[in-house]
């Protein structure tokens, strides 16, 4: 199914930016293409996590449209694809990265092309690679990615996050539960203070007035260890450095009743159920240090597996429920 979209008009400022699906198929490529030909006036870099653009999706067998890149460009891919494109594109670059045991280089567009990129898949080096595009011209550069617990949408460098969904990732209430669930980490307030920031690697506890690193910098397994710890001396403001789930939370909580504050690096590592979440937001005072910023909402009524949705009723029923995002539908013309 072709996309249709031509109309997608959002104001961007000079940044990094990531595109980030829930699932697989959910019409990632299809959202890059749209925002690279209705904001053609911008220059542009593109980076993707592992390959985008091939034909054929290499798990379910579903063909894939290519990446449709507008002429001045800046992209990365391997030297296979580089020598196909030919005249078309130019050589800015050899990265010091690989991908797959790939040279990755870094390329520009001659004229407009459609093909496969490839990128590196650490989130460090991503960035470090979209700094580049920005040193070489580039105004925006937009990464392709996932939601997953390396997301690039949890660097501080991306200004924010085009959340992508669709019926791949189930049915009408399963979308609507996850969407409400990243929206409202979206909505946790940040934590403004440069002393946690500079032991942001490590679990800490606010005791005497100031904030005192911890000898663990994960929560995996340090549960009673953290527990110990809080039981030994008045505690008032926690600080969480890696991920948050559901299990160690439950471990936790006799510990930390009375903490007022509870601070965690992103919102994205709340690996935490809704009620969970409630307990969290309604026990405490929930802060972040780095935001989670979300752009807007894309939405794909088809599936990968046939159990395809109506555009229309996903569509509205997104942005009733979210009036305050920008809902496009990758299909709507």
């Known amino acids: 199914m072709k996309s249709t979209v031509t109309n997608i008009q959002i104001k961007l400022s000079k940044g990094i930016y990531s595109i980030a699906g829930i699932c697989k198929n959910c019409g990632k490529t299809s959202l890059l293409n749209n925002l690279l030909t209705t904001h053609s006036s911008q220059k542009f870099g593109v980076l993707t996590t592992g390959r985008d653009g091939e034909e054929i999706d290499v798990i379910f067998g579903n063909a894939k449209p290519a990446v449709k890149l507008p002429g001045n460009t800046l992209f990365t891919s391997s030297s296979a694809t580089m020598n196909k494109l030919g005249s078309a594109v130019e050589i800015i670059a050899k990265l010091p990265y690989s991908a797959g045991n790939k040279q990755l280089w870094l390329l520009k567009t001659i004229r407009n092309i459609e093909t496969e990129i490839v ?14 595009m920005l040193k070489e011209g580039a105004e925006i ?8 617990r390396k997301s690039i949408a949890m660097s501080p460098k991306v200004k924010g996050v085009f959340i992508v969904t669709g019926s791949s990732f189930g049915s009408l209430d399963k979308i609507t539960a996850e969407l409400s669930r990243l929206y409202r980490l979206s909505r946790v307030p940040v934590y403004k203070d440069n002393n946690l920031k500079a032991i942001e690697d490590s679990i800490a506890i606010f005791r005497h007035g100031i904030w005192q690193r911890t000898e663990q910098n994960t929560l995996i397994g340090n549960e009673q260890v953290l527990s110990d710890l809080i039981a030994k001396t008045y505690v008032n403001k926690l600080y969480f450095a890696g991920a948050l789930t559901d299990s160690i939370l439950n471990n936790l909580k006799p510990a930390i009743k009375e903490i007022k504050d509870i601070i965690i690096r992103h919102p994205l590592q709340l690996h935490i159920n809704s009620l969970n979440l409630d307990y969290l937001a309604n026990t405490h005072r929930l802060f972040c240090l780095k935001p989670f910023n979300i752009i807007a909402i894309a939405v794909n009524s088809w599936s ?6 109506d555009c229309t009723l996903l569509r509205e029923k997104l942005r009733t429920q979210f009036p305050s995002l920008l809902v496009l539908d990758i299909y709507e013309g």
């Open 304 to 309: 990968v597996t046939g159990n395809h949705l």
């Open 141 to 148: 550069v937009l990464i392709d990615g996932s939601l997953d």
């Open 119 to 132: 990128g590196p898949g650490s989130a460090e080096t991503q960035i470090q690679i979209a700094e580049v």
